[in-house]
């Protein structure tokens, strides 16, 4: 039989409360894919989990698979000076990437090439190279079979980053049938 508790290196890529004092966390793992954990009491104040699963946070956690769910039962932060907590730009740039990478990956898919990409916009948008996320947005889509238009590649190519990002969340947006709230941070 196979054991009921593993730990995973992750990143947190969404958040949604549920019950009175519990969330339930998507994780983005190399090996895993995405995964969805339910973390118990987080949303309690004196809750020590509570900073370590925010948005875009490296982590590692210990997981329990339970009958209905899957328990997060202890997280250790890999990575504690972000870089852009204190930085709106850089933040919502980090939630934007978050928010592709939940939207397009399925749960349980094992995708090694998003996790590394994923970690990689985490760096690039730590260090302030913003317009990275273009290529990041491209080559998500790529990876996952989406492709990219031919104009859109040509735009990346000649640095008109914004031209490019435009058509790239259209079609992002086209593929899962809703508006992308990140950026509404950017109005």
Request: net charge positive; proline share 1%; glycine share 6%.
């Amino acid at each position: 039989m196979a054991s009921r508790k593993f730990t995973v290196q992750a990143v947190v890529v969404g958040r949604k409360d549920f019950q009175e004092t519990d969330k339930l966390i998507d994780l983005m793992t190399e090996y895993q894919g995405k995964i969805r954990g339910l973390a118990k009491g987080v949303r309690k104040i004196n809750s020590r989990r509570m900073g370590s699963l925010e948005l875009s946070n490296w982590v590692e956690v210990l997981l329990y698979q339970a009958k209905t769910f899957t328990l997060i039962t202890e997280v250790n932060n890999l990575d504690s000076e972000l870089g852009y907590r204190h930085d709106e730009t850089k933040l919502g740039t980090m939630m934007y990437v978050c928010e592709l990478t939940n939207h397009l990956l399925p749960e349980g898919q094992e995708n090694k090439e998003a996790y590394q990409l994923l970690l990689k916009a985490r760096s690039d948008i730590k260090s302030g190279n913003l317009n990275e996320v273009v290529n990041f947005e491209a080559n998500l889509l790529k990876i996952l079979g989406y492709g990219v238009q031919l104009s859109t590649r040509k735009l990346i190519k000649e640095s008109n980053y914004r031209l490019a990002h435009q058509e790239l969340t259209q079609r992002i947006e086209d593929i899962i049938e809703h508006k992308l709230t990140s950026l509404e941070i950017f109005k």
